[in-house]
């Protein structure tokens, strides 16, 4: 099992840049998929959490929504049981709670569904 823990959500302004961490205790991390999930006020009843980004276990592949694209990178340090979210150019519409999650399965998802650990969720509110 491993116990996931969210930091570095804040109150930003358009533009700017903002980093969020994922600490994670428990079961090595280096054996977990990472991923950042995002719910926001403007989405659509029923859709749940919006897939953000995604990376393998050793952090060498990542995979984006393309919301999110050449602004977002994510990033895992499996030395430090971390996984980060740089977040640059940033807009309203990427205001949300942005949850971390883990799987122990082997493929990539953009499903909710397909991780078993979740994070509570820091919160990231960009005014205009």
């Known amino acids: 099992q491993v116990q996931l823990l969210e930091s570095g959500g804040e109150l930003v302004q358009t533009g700017n840049s903002l980093t969020l961490s994922c600490a994670a205790s428990?079961?090595?991390?280096?054996?977990?998929?990472a991923a950042w999930f995002r719910q926001g006020p403007g989405q659509a009843p029923g859709t749940g959490r919006a897939?953000?980004?995604?990376?393998?276990?050793?952090?060498?592949?990542?995979y984006y929504a393309d919301s999110v694209k050449g602004r977002f990178t994510i990033s895992k340090d499996n030395t430090k049981n971390t996984v980060y979210l740089q977040m640059s150019s940033l807009k309203p519409e990427d205001t949300a709670v942005y949850y971390c999650?883990?799987?122990?399965?082997?493929?990539?998802?953009?499903?909710?569904?397909?991780?078993?650990?979740w994070g509570q969720g820091t919160q990231v509110t960009v005014s205009s």
């Open positions: 999650a883990a799987t122990l399965k082997t493929f990539h998802s953009t499903s909710p569904s397909r991780y078993e650990h």
């Open positions: 428990g079961r090595a991390f280096g054996d977990y998929r």
């Open positions: 897939f953000v980004a995604a990376i393998s276990r050793s952090g060498t592949v990542t």
